[in-house]
């Protein structure tokens, strides 16, 4: 983790302990999470309703606290991954009685097959061998009977199970994403990453990493509000998500940072890339939309790094966000390459407020 990525993990922190301190509030842990989670805004929902609740001077209180959580932190995925998993487990016990009571049936037929051998090797009447044709008959119906209702149970169950596999298919996408700005969130990042470096080490192909952070987005928030914020974050979102291509992968990294895994682009490309998605985001001018009113541009300062052969997944990641620090240092707006990173520490900042 780098010194930053730190810095604002703690600075979230330290802004939910606050909050629940102000509001009287035990810091049990579901508790922190709530409001740690209110205090990255990546979850726009909670943040609404805790906002509105503010607003309103509602007092807070641990029901409350507890109702917000279940709301919208108790974990809608593993309730759904819960529900499929039952219904799973129940489509196979129904299945195993089926083969149960098929492979019950074959063997009475195999007995009762077996004793029609034994009674052919007698001397039989026709009245015998005419009520022992009527038995073997009445066995076979009734294996055909049981073969029916197996083959149909199959059936049954291949249907439902190919719907289970859609469910969970749709459960591991939406775990996947993030939901406000509907491009991969962190969890996704993450696996992406290793999954990227492992190619890349693999084939002996180049991989980029970029980092990007949406310039004074907090003094933005905070001067047109969250939902305004909202639609920023959104709007780059969409403008990093059309930029990239192939096997190229766009994630929120969290708050207003976004990431970009490059595979198959050296670092000359990947700074190529950035540098159009920079120029993107700054050619576009924010409307509210309930009023119409132009807010003016935002830009964003880019962090670009490229896979070395000693990396590991920390090392990469801490390399992109030395140079997204560089960029904001050199008066945000830009794009930073590792290449530049000894030119921009050497530099005097142009501008070194917060973010």
């Not at 939406?174 to 492992?198: C, H, Q, W, Y």
């Amino acid at each position: 983790m780098s010194d930053q990525e730190f810095r604002r993990a703690l600075g979230y922190a330290n802004a939910a302990f606050d909050l629940l301190k102000r509001s009287s509030i035990p810091p049990y842990p579901q508790f922190y999470e709530l409001m740690y989670t209110y205090a990255t805004g990546v979850n726009p929902s909670l943040n609404n309703r805790i906002n509105s609740v503010f607003r309103n001077g509602i007092t807070p209180t641990n029901d409350l606290a507890e109702t917000l959580y279940n709301e919208f932190l108790k974990s809608d995925v593993n309730d759904r991954m819960s529900s499929v998993s039952e219904r799973m487990h129940a489509r196979i016990e129904a299945v195993h009685e089926a083969i149960d009571s098929a492979m019950t049936t074959a063997n009475a037929y195999s007995g009762s097959l077996q004793s029609a051998s034994g009674d052919l090797d007698q001397d039989l009447s026709a009245q015998d061998i005419k009520q022992l044709a009527t038995r073997l008959l009445s066995e076979t119906r009734r294996m055909q009977d049981t073969n029916r209702e197996l083959e149909r149970k199959l059936a049954a169950s291949r249907d439902d199970i190919a719907a289970l596999q859609r469910d969970l298919d749709d459960v591991r996408r939406e775990s996947m994403l993030d939901p406000l700005t509907k491009i991969a969130n962190r969890k996704s990042f993450d696996e992406g990453l290793v999954e990227a470096m492992d190619e890349a080490t693999e084939t002996g192909t180049p991989l980029s990493l970029m980092l990007l952070d949406i310039d004074h987005f907090k003094n933005f928030n905070d001067t047109f509000g969250h939902q305004t914020g909202d639609q920023v974050l959104r709007l780059v979102a969409m403008t990093l998500k059309s930029n990239i291509k192939g096997k190229d992968l766009a994630a929120r990294y969290g708050g207003e940072e976004f990431v970009a895994i490059l595979p198959y682009t050296d670092l000359k490309g990947a700074v190529i890339v950035a540098e159009n998605i920079r120029k993107a985001i700054q050619a576009k001018e924010l409307l509210k939309r309930s009023t119409g009113e132009k807010l003016g541009r935002i830009s964003a300062s880019f962090g670009v790094a490229s896979l070395w052969p000693n990396d590991n997944v920390t090392s990469f990641i801490e390399r992109a966000d030395r140079c997204l620090y560089a960029a904001k240092h050199a008066g945000r707006n830009r794009v930073v390459s590792e290449t530049e990173l000894v030119e921009i520490d050497e530099a005097p900042p142009k501008d070194a407020s917060a973010a």
